[in-house]
């Protein structure tokens, strides 16, 4: 379990890494919510090839690759909700993402491994 913590972080880091970059790249010709979805989806089709073959080490199939969409139907709509509830308390929209990933990403770590494992 500590190997596959260990994984995930990596994983999960650069996953972070992707969607925080995009959506930098993108605020400037749209607004916040559309340019982190842009974000999500590059990040989301690099993290079930790197969640499945490297951090838990499983065989993509179809049950795996529903459940970890489904995960992040409920991971991206817990992002939006969160990175809406910030920028209404007036936080800066080039840093949204911040406080929106530390709630997200413990969460999503265990609905992924539910579905993966």
């Given at each position: 379990m500590k190997r596959e913590m260990l994984r995930f972080i990596i994983v999960g880091t650069l996953a972070v890494a992707i969607q925080f970059v995009v959506y930098r790249l993108a605020l400037p010709f749209t607004n916040e919510l559309l340019a982190n979805t842009l974000g999500y989806l590059i990040s989301f089709c690099f993290n079930f090839i790197m969640s499945t073959y490297f951090t838990f080490r499983v065989k993509?199939?179809?049950?795996?690759?529903?459940?970890?969409?489904?995960?992040?139907?409920?991971?991206?709509?817990?992002?939006?909700?969160?990175?809406?509830?910030?920028?209404?308390?007036?936080?800066?929209?080039?840093?949204?993402?911040l406080p929106m990933f530390a709630v997200c990403v413990p969460l999503n770590f265990l609905m992924v491994r539910h579905f993966l494992k």
């Open positions: 993509p199939n179809r049950k795996r690759a529903q459940g970890f969409a489904l995960s992040h139907v409920v991971n991206y709509l817990m992002q939006s909700l969160f990175l809406h509830i910030f920028l209404l308390l007036g936080g800066p929209s080039e840093w949204a993402q």
